[in-house]
């Protein structure tokens, strides 16, 4: 099973929809950093349904030691930074991102990225699930952003088209 790092999107649509007690049966280790523990404090300071990473024994508060002076310029939230951060100085792990400019940047500097939608393919893969459908409709009534072209290809991709 490989190991992951997440920053707070794939933890936030995961709980919204009810699946997030499938991180520790897809990823031998979970580690996130604070920023990211800081940002799902505030949304539930702010009465969002959001996760209480306090209350998953498989999570690991991780910091990164070293943040690229480069990627403080960029558009991305402090989550995303600090679980880029910490891919780079552990690149043996998955770093778990959806915005897309968080993954181009990712990428561009060698890491592996997945994001919630490979999440899904990885739990049909492993019989977490029969059918990856009906959850890219929750995940889109929850408020992730999901295009249909990329719905589409999921399904291909996952034998359901």
């Known amino acids: ?3 992951a790092i ?3 999107s794939p933890l936030l649509y995961l709980h919204r929809i009810g699946l997030v007690e499938w991180l520790p049966r897809l990823f031998r280790e979970y580690w996130v950093p604070t920023a990211v523990f800081d940002e799902l404090k505030q949304g539930r300071l702010k009465g969002y349904d959001v996760p209480n990473l306090n209350d998953y024994r498989w999570v690991k508060r991780v910091n990164p030691r070293y943040m690229p002076s480069e990627w403080l310029s ?3 939230g402090a989550g995303e930074l600090a679980a880029m951060a910490l ?3 552990n690149q043996d792990r998955i ?3 959806d915005d897309m400019l968080a993954r181009r940047t990712a990428k561009a500097a060698g890491l592996t990225v997945w994001g919630t939608l490979r999440i899904l393919l990885e739990a049909k893969a492993k019989g977490l699930t029969q059918q990856i459908d009906p959850l890219v409709y929750r995940l889109r009534d929850s408020g992730m952003w999901i295009s249909d ?3 589409q290809r ?6 359901e088209k």
């Open 1 to 3: 099973m490989p190991k």
């Open 6 to 8: 997440s920053n707070t």
């Open 74 to 76: 960029l558009d991305l």
């Open 87 to 89: 891919a780079l100085e």
């Open 95 to 97: 770093v778990l991102l």
């Open 149 to 151: 072209e990329i719905h």
């Open 154 to 159: 999921i399904l291909k991709i996952s034998g």
